[in-house]
């Protein structure tokens, strides 16, 4: 019976340290300043952007570096970006509201914005807020002269 009891009293200690370590790490991520909250789908197929669907998408934090955008994912407990935007590379598409399963999977005001990134023009989509996607269209158009930045 004591056994059993230590045993649940440590996993029940596991699961608050794994809870507050989250939280560590978001209040670490925004230290810097600069932060949004934005859902993530990368590479996403033809298919995928002719009929969206609520699959694919990551909840993330994003933060502006310089001329990148590193984007970390919320739950995880990694110190680095899980990816990295560069303002150069990004080209704006499209924006649109969420449509079918979409509404489920993402924030309820979020909008969806679909960029082609890289060298190779890789599809990805971000969900922000209205507030976000103001900045982060602010961050794009204000790149140094001579920067290529396309905005839709």
Do not use: H
């Not at 340290?17 to 909250?37: K, M, N, P, Y």
């Not at 990816?83 to 509201?97: S, T, Y």
């Amino acid at each position: 019976m004591v056994l059993a009891l230590l045993l649940c009293g440590a996993v029940v200690l596991l699961v608050l340290v794994g809870l507050f370590a989250f939280g560590v790490r978001r209040r670490l991520i925004q230290r810097s300043g600069g932060t949004f909250d934005c859902n993530l789908r990368w590479e996403v197929s033809e298919g995928e952007a002719a009929e969206p669907t609520g699959k694919g998408w990551a909840y993330g934090i994003a933060r502006y570096n310089g001329d990148r955008i590193e984007w970390f994912r919320v739950f995880s407990y990694a110190p680095r970006p899980r990816r990295q935007l560069v303002r150069g590379a990004i080209d704006v598409l499209e924006r649109r509201g969420p449509q079918g399963e979409e509404e489920q999977a993402l924030l309820s005001d979020a909008v969806v914005l679909a960029c082609a990134v890289g060298p190779a023009r890789e599809r990805v989509e971000l969900a922000l807020s209205e507030d976000a996607l103001t900045g982060f269209l602010a961050w794009l158009e204000a790149a140094p002269p001579g920067q290529r930045v396309n905005v839709a």
